[in-house]
């Protein structure tokens, strides 16, 4: 495996690793690698904490950090690697991620005390036991139970939850900081004038964070979260357009969505009663009222 | 709470069996003055509206107005369970979404409980105006009964005529046709058996048989049948049911054909 380092003054290092068959085009801060380490960083397939499938993790020499591997695929592209051309135009950006993500899912499925390194490990994905030499404080997701040494830990959910509570809180000050539309609609016009005082705005700061975070924590905890940061319901898609519109016309635009969902509601009922087959008696009744004129033309409702 | 009691619990059999053929499911509307239902058909060509009066029954208490959704076949079934002569009771809690039937025999006893899921059913109730029918005719029921039986093995759809010489209910068909006339009677010792025709207007309609036919279901129920018509309105069958109500079919007349 042949490695070579050139300087990339604007994204930090830009880092090209060519295997015998097949070269990547990898981007990383080189400060990431721990230098004293003599130790190459290695990729490695571990559990990803939402989806339960494997996952590429770039971890560094030591073990200490984990690098979250993102791929962007363009089949268009190939890169010129030194004098050579590289038909795989793939991106691969490694950005540092919180290791306590990956640990939390095994926290969660141990439910009893047990020690780090039994809990942290998957006989599917043995590369897991590394996460034990990762730099990351446990207790922030866990109860340590007996010796230090023993490093022996149980999932605590409240304390979970504050966890992702405080990542919440430091996302949104990011995104708030960096004036990330959050809103629903991506596309916004030239001459649209954001207002801090938006009422909206925090909520959908709120949510957007929240769906960042979504991708990395498991379903089963991500309601559990919802609730407890008390995220406001996700509007129905109908009210996706007042909830735009509705500073200028609050009053003509709810009314139209009332009236849909009334239109809706009776027709329900109506569908079920048609699933069931008439029998012959129905039909042959059915049958005779044929030309004949329907009482409610006589008999107004009430 | 609801509570109705009434002795002759064959009564309620015989007006389930006269609307079940109809409807499949109704909903019992009960209130301080009585029971009351009111239902179209599923082709929405005929209109059940049964009253049942709280002064009817032995004993009536309703505290709230109280809807009931009732799947009529399974009530029939149920009301099948009892003897003619049982004693009924019919029990509902306010909010409840069952209603008990309570059978006794005359002597006590035997009790049987019926408890029996209620529905929610969409209800729409229609606005019946009072109208001035131009022709009325009464008549014993069982007569009506088999004129509809007759008539209807000729066609699909009888017409009757109401003039100031009687009534007349015909039908044609591929066998061909089919006339009764009827002439008021002349001297009337019993109402029941009588035909009274009190006409201002001579009327004309035609009418599904197969329907005036399940009216006819009614039958038990009472000796004398009500016919109402007008021209263009629907038709009002009505059976009195004892002391204790009626019960009134509306059905719509057939749209005339541009060529007869």
């Given at each position: 495996?042949?490695k070579?380092?050139?300087?990339?003054?604007?994204?930090?290092?830009?880092?090209?690793?060519?295997?015998?068959?097949?070269?990547?085009?990898v981007?990383?801060?080189?400060?990431?690698?721990?230098?004293?380490?003599?130790?190459n960083?290695t990729?490695?397939?571990?559990?990803?904490?939402?989806s339960?499938?494997?996952?590429?993790f770039?971890?560094?020499?030591d073990?200490?950090?984990?690098?979250e591997?993102?791929?962007f695929?363009d089949?268009?592209?190939?890169?010129?690697?030194?004098?050579?051309v590289?038909?795989d135009?793939?991106?691969?950006?490694?950005t540092?991620?919180d290791?306590?993500?990956?640990?939390l899912?095994?926290?969660?499925?141990t439910?009893?005390c047990?020690?780090?390194?039994?809990?942290?490990?998957?006989?599917?994905?043995?590369?897991v036991?590394?996460l034990?030499?990762?730099?990351?404080?446990v207790s922030?997701?866990?109860?340590?139970?007996?010796?230090?040494?023993?490093n022996?830990?149980?999932?605590?959910?409240?304390?979970?939850?504050?966890?992702?509570q405080?990542?919440?809180?430091?996302?949104i000050?990011?995104?708030?900081?960096?004036?990330i539309?959050?809103?629903?609609?991506?596309?916004v016009s030239?001459?649209?004038?954001?207002?801090?005082?938006?009422?909206?705005?925090g909520?959908?700061?709120?949510?957007?964070?929240?769906?960042?975070?979504?991708?990395?924590?498991?379903?089963?905890?991500?309601?559990?979260?919802?609730e407890?940061i008390?995220l406001?319901?996700?509007?129905?898609?109908?009210?996706?357009?007042?909830?735009?519109?509705?500073p200028?016309?609050?009053?003509?635009?709810k009314?139209?969505?009332?009236?849909?969902?009334?239109?809706?509601?009776?027709?329900?009922?109506?569908?079920?009663q048609?699933k069931?087959?008439?029998?012959?008696?129905e039909?042959?009744?059915?049958?005779?009222?044929?030309?004949?004129?329907?009482?409610?033309?006589?008999?107004k409702?009430? | 709470?609801?509570?109705a009691?009434?002795?002759?619990?064959?009564?309620?059999?015989?007006?389930?069996d006269?609307?079940?053929?109809?409807?499949?499911?109704?909903?019992f509307?009960c209130?301080?003055?009585g029971?009351q239902?009111?239902?179209?058909?599923?082709?929405?060509?005929?209109?059940?509206?049964?009253n049942?009066r709280?002064?009817?029954?032995?004993?009536y208490?309703?505290?709230?107005?109280?809807?009931?959704?009732?799947?009529?076949?399974?009530?029939?079934?149920?009301m099948?369970?009892?003897?003619n002569?049982?004693?009924?009771?019919i029990?509902?809690?306010?909010?409840?979404?069952?209603?008990m039937?309570?059978f006794?025999?005359?002597n006590?006893?035997k009790v049987?409980?019926?408890?029996?899921?209620?529905?929610d059913?969409?209800?729409?109730?229609?606005?019946i105006?009072?109208?001035?029918?131009?022709?009325?005719i009464?008549?014993?029921?069982g007569?009506?009964?088999?004129i509809c039986?007759?008539?209807?093995q000729?066609?699909?759809?009888?017409?009757?005529?109401?003039?100031?010489?009687?009534?007349?209910?015909?039908?044609?068909?591929?066998?061909?046709s089919?006339?009764?006339?009827?002439a008021?009677?002349?001297?009337?010792?019993?109402?029941?058996?009588a035909v009274?025709i009190?006409?201002?207007?001579?009327?004309t309609?035609?009418?599904?048989c197969?329907?005036?036919?399940?009216?006819?279901?009614?039958?038990?129920?009472?000796?004398?049948?009500?016919?109402?018509?007008?021209?263009?309105v629907?038709?009002?069958?009505?059976?009195?049911?004892?002391e204790?109500?009626?019960?009134?079919?509306?059905?719509?007349?057939?749209?005339?054909?541009?060529?007869s």
């Open positions: 495996m042949s070579r380092n050139k300087q990339d003054a604007k994204e930090g290092a830009k880092k090209r690793r060519s295997t015998i068959s097949k070269r990547r085009v981007i990383f801060k080189s400060e990431l690698l721990s230098p004293d380490s003599e130790e960083p990729f490695v397939q571990i559990r990803h904490p939402s339960g499938n494997g996952a590429t770039l971890f560094s020499g073990n200490k950090k984990v690098l591997v993102m791929q695929s089949s268009k592209r190939s890169y010129f690697i030194d004098d050579s590289s038909s135009g793939d991106t691969y950006f490694c540092p991620m290791p306590l993500f990956l640990a899912p095994y926290l969660m499925k439910k009893r047990c020690p780090l390194d039994q809990t942290l490990a998957d006989e599917e994905f043995p590369e036991e590394r034990v030499h990762c730099t990351m404080d922030l997701i866990a109860d340590r139970r007996g010796d230090e040494s023993l022996a830990f149980i999932y605590n959910e409240e304390k979970t939850l504050l966890w992702l405080t990542k919440l809180e430091r996302l000050a990011v995104l708030k900081e960096k004036n539309n959050t809103s629903k609609t991506v596309a030239a001459n649209f004038v954001k207002t801090d005082d938006d009422e909206d705005s909520v959908n700061y709120m949510r957007y964070a929240y769906g960042m975070i979504l991708d990395y924590i498991p379903e089963s905890l991500a309601t559990k979260f919802a407890f008390k406001p319901p996700e509007p129905e898609k109908s009210n996706k357009r007042k909830e735009i519109v509705s200028s016309q609050p009053n003509g635009k009314s139209k969505v009332e009236e849909e969902e009334d239109s809706y509601e009776p027709k329900t009922p109506a569908a079920k048609d069931k087959t008439p029998s012959a008696k039909q042959a009744l059915a049958k005779a009222a044929k030309g004949t004129k329907s009482i409610s033309s006589f008999f409702k009430k | 709470m609801f509570e009691r009434l002795v002759q619990s064959s009564i309620l059999k015989k007006v389930l006269a609307i079940k053929d109809l409807l499949n499911e109704a909903t509307d209130s301080d003055s029971m239902l009111q239902a179209m058909d599923n082709s929405h060509v005929s209109l059940v509206s049964l049942l709280s002064d009817g029954f032995d004993k208490r309703c505290d709230r107005n109280l809807s009931m959704g009732i799947n009529l076949g399974s009530m029939f079934k149920i099948k369970c009892a003897a002569d049982d004693i009924l009771t029990k509902a809690q306010d909010n409840a979404d069952t209603v039937f309570m006794e025999s005359p006590q006893e049987s409980d019926y408890e029996m899921k209620l529905m059913i969409d209800q729409e109730h229609l606005g105006p009072e109208t001035d029918y131009s022709s009325i009464k008549m014993p029921s007569e009506f009964s088999r039986k007759d008539l209807s000729f066609g699909e759809s009888m017409v009757i005529s109401c003039t100031k010489e009687g009534v007349k209910f015909s039908a044609a068909g591929d066998v061909g089919a006339n009764i006339k009827l008021q009677t002349s001297n009337v010792d019993k109402e029941e058996e009274i009190e006409m201002q207007e001579p009327v309609l035609t009418f599904a197969r329907y005036l036919n399940s009216f006819t279901k009614a039958t038990p129920l009472s000796g004398q049948v009500i016919l109402s018509m007008s021209a263009d629907p038709l009002v069958v009505e059976y009195k049911i004892g204790i109500g009626q019960i009134r079919y509306y059905l719509a007349p057939k749209i005339e054909d541009e060529d």
